[in-house]
């Protein structure tokens, strides 16, 4: 599809805004304490998980809004695992319309866990995995973290009743050249999609220098995406985190399209109704405890949907602006509107 | 308008990849349908309603079961793939928890209203 063509769409898209991809931050704990995480999570959050019943309240308008299903629920963290109700919470919005999934460090994903989520109508879920052993095991800040993932990914690879799964890979310059060989052992493993992240200089990762990749190597992940996909043994692409000029189409399915506050929002730990979880909290345009959610669902977000404060800093000149609209949300910071960080500027040298 | 359009681009599967979503941050989106399936589960001898029995689907995504109630009557509601439902055809299990009658495994059309026979043991 052309540019153009797209960029239309996205236009309509945003006039409509209608909500289909919720996120729930369910907890701000995590059994890991990974190098770069963007989220800032710790193992034991002063901030207390929020009770199941005050988020199924304030989503309850969505029901009377939506047909059943085209809302779908992604449970994230923290580490949702932590959660001993996780799978009552998952049938629950099961009952009330709303297909859920989750996204896990893997750790404490075992069969019994397994068991439990699939029978609780889970549809989908992302398992993150960083690079082989050491290098996993490294990043994750924890010996045995690597074969907690893989044995969570044999249970979702073999498991035929999952709609649909995938494998997330932060790409830094100490697993980037190690790809090759987890492509092999991912389709070994009979995985089928996997996605590729850069790390983005937020949350812990902010002050680690050492996690990003420079031109050279955004070029040479690009290039090992494009030769995977041409392969054709597992769907690889590159995550929607950022506009890449001629690798865009060639990377991905479909254009680079941020839908963050647009078709995305979410409900953190603490209440606030935001987009994407990774993006700047003082974006948050409400708190469930003392707003309804679809009045500043319908009402607010205007600084996601019209991105024109975006064009300043490098982006203020740059004659891609018109397809990117100033990059990835979660690029951006509430106190400045210039971009952390422009893969197509890298890419191009 | 546009809203016509997107909901009929939405349910086609060639376009639909448009309109799945995929934070940069989240899961891949489980695009499915729902189906409900009801129905009466009787004593093939004496025609008597049977209760206690479960109703699960082989074809579905989730572990969604249901429990025929002392009239024998059930109802099932799963989510199951684009591909499993324009086929129009599920395979539903009926399992007696109390093992007094042989568990029957059988293929329905996703437009009828069951009358299910189970045997006894």
Redesign the interface.
């Known amino acids: 599809m052309p540019q153009a063509f797209h960029n239309y769409f996205r236009r309509k898209e945003t006039q409509l805004h209608e909500l289909n991809y919720l996120f729930w931050e369910c907890t701000q704990r995590c059994n890991l304490n990974c190098r770069h995480c963007g989220s800032d999570c710790t193992v034991s959050s002063a901030l207390k998980d929020m009770p199941f019943d005050d988020f199924l309240k304030a989503i309850s308008p969505l029901e009377k809004r939506y047909s059943r299903n085209s809302v779908f629920i992604v449970i994230t963290g923290g580490e949702p695992l932590v959660r001993s109700d996780l799978a009552d919470c998952g049938r629950e919005l099961r009952r009330h319309g709303f297909p859920w999934s989750i996204v896990t460090n893997g750790y404490a994903y075992d069969s019994a866990m397994h068991r439990k989520l699939m029978s609780a109508g889970m549809c989908s879920i992302t398992v993150s995995l960083d690079g082989l052993r050491e290098t996993h095991d490294a990043f994750r800040k924890r010996v045995g973290s690597f074969d907690h993932a893989m044995n969570a990914i044999d249970l979702i690879a073999n498991e035929k009743h999952l709609p649909t799964y995938d494998i997330v890979t932060c790409v830094s310059p100490m697993n980037l050249g190690q790809l090759d060989e987890m492509k092999q052992m991912l389709v070994e493993h009979k995985v089928k999609a996997w996605r590729f992240f850069t790390i983005a200089p937020i949350g812990r990762a902010a002050t680690d220098d050492g996690l990003r990749l420079d031109g050279t190597q955004l070029k040479q992940l690009m290039d090992f995406i494009v030769a995977t996909r041409k392969e054709g043994k597992i769907d690889a692409k590159f995550s929607c985190e950022a506009y890449l000029g001629n690798y865009d189409r060639k990377v991905r399915d479909w254009h680079y399209f941020c839908r963050a506050g647009i078709n995305i929002g979410s409900v953190l730990a603490d209440g606030s109704i935001s987009a994407c979880p990774n993006i700047d909290r003082r974006f948050a345009q409400g708190n469930i405890y003392t707003d309804d959610f679809l009045d500043v669902w319908d009402n607010k977000f205007e600084v996601f949907r019209n991105r024109d404060w975006m064009k300043c800093g490098i982006c203020a000149n740059c004659r891609e602006f018109r397809n990117c609209l100033g990059g990835a949300m979660h690029l951006h910071t509430a106190d400045c509107g210039e971009i952390m960080e422009c893969h197509w500027g890298k890419l191009k040298g | 308008m ?2 016509w359009v ?1 909901g009929i681009l939405t349910a086609s599967a060639f376009t639909s ?3 799945i ?14 189906v409900t399936m009801s129905g009466t589960i009787i004593d093939k001898a004496t025609s008597q309603p049977l209760s206690g029995i479960s109703v699960t689907c082989g074809s ?5 079961y249901s429990f025929s109630d002392e009239n024998g009557q059930f109802t099932l509601t799963f ?1 199951i ?1 684009r591909e499993y439902y324009e086929r129009g055809y599920f395979d539903l299990e009926f399992a007696d928890t109390l093992d007094r009658y042989q568990t029957l495994d059988t293929v329905v059309e996703s437009s009828s209203k069951l009358e299910i026979s189970l045997v006894a043991k």
């Open positions: 546009y809203k997107r990849v448009m309109f979503m995929q934070a940069c941050y989240g899961t891949p989106e489980g695009r499915m349908n729902e579905s995504y989730s572990g969604d989510l793939s």
